[in-house]
């Protein structure tokens, strides 16, 4: 049915053939993976059902999912009662279910100050 697919992965493959490349992105970060947006929708399907590997590189925007964490675990007697996301749980992976979008929402409608405190916690 499709080729280089294992025998036992092709229904599981067609399943994921309904989805647009958004929501294979969406599903393959949700499952952990350090995938890009611009991944094609073969290599992101291949990805999701454990037939291929995902790039080695890091994610451009985990390192600013992990400074705000580091940030907001920091201030946190301070914000606590203000946070009404994922962050509020206060681990240090709270970001990583967000979307790219999301995550440069938080940096930038918290002002210029909160954005430069941020950046400080980004390794």
Not at 31 to 44: F, R, S, W
Not at 69 to 95: G, N, W, Y
Not at 103 to 110: A, G, H, M, S
Request: proline letters at 7%.
């Amino acid at each position: 049915m499709y080729s280089s697919v294992s025998p036992d992965n092709e229904a599981v493959y067609g399943l994921f053939t309904r989805c647009n490349n958004t929501e294979l992105y969406q599903i393959a970060r949700l499952n952990g993976h350090a995938v890009t947006p611009n991944l094609t929708k073969d290599y992101l399907i291949r990805i999701i059902i454990g037939e291929a590997e995902p790039p080695p590189d890091e994610h451009p925007v985990d390192p600013w999912r992990l400074a705000i964490m580091r940030f907001l675990i920091e201030h946190r007697r301070v914000l606590e009662t203000q946070i009404t996301c994922p962050a509020k749980s206060f681990q240090e992976d709270a970001c990583s279910g967000c979307l790219d979008a999301q995550v440069f929402c938080c940096l930038t409608n918290n002002g210029p100050d909160n954005y430069r405190m941020i950046s400080q916690f980004k390794k």
